[in-house]
């Protein structure tokens, strides 16, 4: 089945540790994106990239890196200079400017 | 920064009743876009209006698009319990990118 799929579901991070979270996809889209989501509120658009090899800042790329070696995978690093990372993480692959699929997300929380 | 903006922030009725989320937002688009999202979850696609149409239907959705107002509007007409979630818009303002706006929570009462 095509689709894109997240891991891991929950990630506990300790203060000043870089945690990485991964985004797959099966369905040849050349855009993924990765947003984040804090409590009762919208999607802050983190990093995205329209071609492998080349990612563009989104609002709020502070504190994050990614890569985008490979079409199928977009994997989020959360460096430890990212202060306030407790928050749902959601990744989306699309055609250029089409339908949008998005995974079932990361929930991260600092311990 | 937010690209749309969703009104109400808050919308409750009755199953059976119609519900209208509004969206405006700040610069020209290649299409605009409504998602919904159950709590907790990932987002679902509903229905995509590119900038050169006016209005789109899929069952129960109406999407209108005004260009000259940045706005747009969904419309759920005879609401179930099901439709209660999380509606966003999205816009692509920079044309390869996706902003969403702070979305509508629409609880829809059995």
């Known amino acids: 089945d095509g689709g894109i799929t997240q891991s891991p579901k929950y990630l506990f991070r300790k203060e000043g540790q870089n945690v990485t979270l991964s985004c797959e996809q099966n369905l040849n889209h050349d855009a993924m994106y990765w947003y984040r989501q804090d409590p009762g509120q919208g999607l802050r658009l983190i990093y995205y990239s329209q071609i492998v090899n080349d990612f563009q800042k989104g609002d709020i790329a502070e504190g994050y890196s990614v890569s985008r070696e490979k079409k199928e995978s977009f994997p989020l690093t959360v460096t430890s200079a990212q202060k306030n990372p407790t928050a749902f993480y959601l990744c989306?692959?699309?055609?250029?400017?089409?339908?949008?699929?998005f995974g079932q997300g990361t929930r991260l929380t600092v311990v | 920064s937010q690209q749309g903006e969703e009104d109400p922030q808050a919308l409750s009725i009755q199953e059976g009743e119609n519900a209208t989320m509004n969206c405006s937002y700040k610069t020209s688009i290649n299409n605009l876009q409504w998602y919904r999202q159950n709590s907790g979850r990932g987002l679902v696609h509903l229905i995509l209006?590119?900038?050169?149409?006016r209005e789109k239907h899929s069952g129960r959705l109406r999407v209108t698009l005004d260009t000259s107002k940045k706005s747009s509007s969904l419309l759920i007409t005879a609401s179930r319990a099901a439709d209660t979630a999380s509606y966003f818009c999205a816009t692509d303002p920079q044309r390869n990118d996706m902003r969403f706006g702070a979305g509508t929570r629409l609880t829809v009462k059995p």
């Open positions: 209006i590119r900038s050169n149409e």
């Open positions: 989306a692959s699309s055609i250029r400017a089409g339908e949008a699929f």
